[in-house]
T-cell receptor, first 115, second 115 residues
Framework: AQSVTQLDSHVSVSEGTPVLLRCNYS??????LFWYVQHPNKGLQLLLK??????LVKGINGFEAEFKKSETSFHLTKPSAHMSDAAEYFC?????????????FGAGTRLAVHP | EPEVTQTPSHQVTQMGQEVILRCVPI?????FYWYRQILGQKVEFLVS????????KSEIFDDQFSVERPDGSNFTLKIRSTKLEDSAMYFC?????????????FGSGTRLTVV
């Protein structure tokens, strides 16, 4: 079975400083991994995805994530936080069941960005 | 950019009443999904739908839930007799094809409150 653990429920950074949101996964086969972001009153927006190509994945808005199989991690990073990055971030693994794909979400990390 | 549209954004209903949550998926997408997030908990898979039938459902999706695509445009989730524990944010999603390489597009959600 697939699962995903987001190690921090809340992260607070100052504007202009680096962002690190941590995610560990568990999968019995080579997984597909995603990061989604949810701004207040908005839908879940795909930031980036890993599907067994390059291990360093670049996404929108300057975010990137590195797939590390040896550490079963898929941490999300950004060199310099903007105020607009404040949101809830979800690490997601694709689960395969009965011939169909479904998404398995982590509990989410709420990112706060201070001036 | 194409969007998945969900209505209403908020719904308050009395326990025991029927509710219908509506979604308009992206027009050339063929796979449709409902997920939900109870406050403070993870986003959970409910059901996937393809070719006018359910392709997979979770253990949450019991007999009080049903989905349909009544007119080839809307995709609805009906809860027949709501319970307090059905209070949650419900997300609709669609994808062009099966498989995570194609990605999912989520709507902004319907917040259902059962009183």
């Amino acid at each position: 079975a697939q699962s995903v653990t987001q190690l921090d429920s809340h992260v607070s950074v100052s504007e202009g400083t680096p962002v690190l949101l941590r995610c560990n996964y568990s999968s019995s086969y080579s997984p597909s991994l995603f990061w989604y972001v949810q701004h207040p009153n908005k839908g879940l927006q795909l930031l980036l995805k890993y599907t067994s190509a390059a291990t360093l994945v670049k996404g929108i808005n300057g975010f990137e994530a590195e797939f590390k199989k040896s550490e079963t991690s898929f941490h999300l990073t950004k060199p310099s936080a903007h105020m607009s990055d404040a949101a809830e971030y979800f690490c997601v693994v694709s689960g395969f069941s009965g011939g169909y794909n479904k998404l398995i979400f982590g509990a989410g990390t709420r990112l706060a960005v201070h001036p | 950019e194409p969007e998945v549209t969900q209505t209403p954004s908020h719904q308050v209903t009395q326990m025991g009443q029927e509710v219908i949550l509506r979604c308009v998926p992206i027009s050339n997408h063929l796979y449709f999904y409902w997920y939900r997030q109870i406050l403070g908990q993870k986003v959970e898979f409910l059901v996937s739908f393809y070719n006018n039938e359910i392709s997979e459902k979770s253990e949450i999706f019991d007999d009080q839930f049903s989905v349909e695509r009544p007119d080839g445009s809307n995709f609805t989730l009906k809860i027949r007799s709501t319970k307090l524990e059905d209070s949650a944010m419900y997300f609709c999603a669609s994808s062009r094809a099966q498989g995570t390489d194609y990605g999912y597009t989520f709507g902004s959600g319907t917040r259902l409150t059962v009183v």
